[in-house]
């Protein structure tokens, strides 16, 4: 079930307990509006009571600062959502997206990040959704279950090719204007790429999230398959860069598919990897990294 704050069920209630926790930038642009809110003796009460301190980061800043943030109206169409978002949220969607997860720009609105997993990565994307439920970025509705099916090879209307069917879990974040400068960094004319500024936002968190999503150990090494554009040459060292000045990493990048790469982490970097993302990979899923939890 999702989570039960303080008697506040729902996800957008959650996303504005969040907010009046969290710290604000200044010179931020806010939502607060707070002539729509009768009384506003509870108000600042309840804002004293949630008052706390933690990251930001804000896309036009190249520091994180504490300062106060300012409390979202949950009744305000999503082309006014606006941040500066957390930290952690930031890397969780920065990896998902490295990984799998892709981001829908609707029209007039902004962009949702999307999420769709099979049923064997069911906790993993379960994992994910209560991250975002938790601090208020997806609804209350749990993450509903698919079947598709993908037409088998063979002659049009051959009855005996029934295909092969394929199920599991998915969901969406809430649609933000504040997202659009992500979708901006990893989408160009209709494909994702490696982001030019990713090196800020790659925290071992984001490298986790991307590990849980597309990773896997196989033959003593990591690997880490890519769901993104990176057929230029100056693609792949740019992301092989990346990895090593980040963190270090000795790794190499093969393609296994058509326009489809695999970064490898090396036998000889496996530990440090291990290292860096095994705080935040969820127990049934370190066999990803080589760890065996039994």
């Known amino acids: 079930m999702p989570a039960h704050v303080g008697g506040v069920d729902g996800g957008l209630k959650l996303y504005l307990l969040n907010k009046m926790k969290d710290t604000f930038l200044k010179g931020q642009k806010n939502n607060m509006y707070l002539n729509t809110i009768k009384n506003k003796n509870s108000f600042n009460k309840n804002l004293r009571l949630c008052s706390s301190r933690s990251q930001v980061f804000s896309p036009s800043l190249s520091s994180f600062q504490n300062q106060q ?16 978002h957390n930290l952690d949220v930031l890397s969780v969607i920065m990896g998902s997206l490295l990984g799998d997860a892709y981001g829908d720009k609707r029209s ?6 999307c999420y769709r997993q099979s049923i064997k990565h069911k906790e993993y994307l379960f994992w994910v959704y209560l991250f975002f439920y938790k601090r208020g970025y997806t609804s209350n509705l749990q993450p509903r279950q698919y079947t598709r099916t993908i037409n088998g090879k063979g002659n049009k209307g051959n009855k005996g090719n029934k295909g092969k069917e394929y199920s599991g879990y998915e969901f969406n974040t809430f649609t ?7 979708h901006k960094m990893f989408y160009s004319k209709g494909k994702k790429v490696v982001p030019i500024n990713i090196f800020e936002f790659l925290t071992p968190l984001a490298l986790a999230v991307w590990t849980m999503s597309s990773g896997n150990f196989t033959n003593g090494k990591i690997e880490l398959f890519t769901n993104f554009c990176v057929e230029k040459k100056v ?3 740019k992301l092989i860069s990346l990895l090593k000045d980040r963190f270090g990493l000795d790794c190499s ?17 496996v530990k440090s990897f291990q290292d860096i993302v095994s705080p935040y990979i969820i127990p049934t899923l370190k066999y990803k990294i080589g760890l065996n939890t039994h």
């Open 69 to 84: 943030r300012r409390y979202h109206i949950s009744n305000i169409k999503a082309i006014n959502r606006i941040g500066p």
């Open 253 to 269: 990048i093969v393609l296994r598919k058509q326009n489809s790469y695999v970064v490898i982490i090396s036998k000889e970097s």
């Open 235 to 237: 693609e792949k060292s």
């Open 176 to 182: 933000f204007r504040s997202f659009s400068w992500i």
């Open 108 to 113: 007039g609105e902004g962009v949702r990040i």
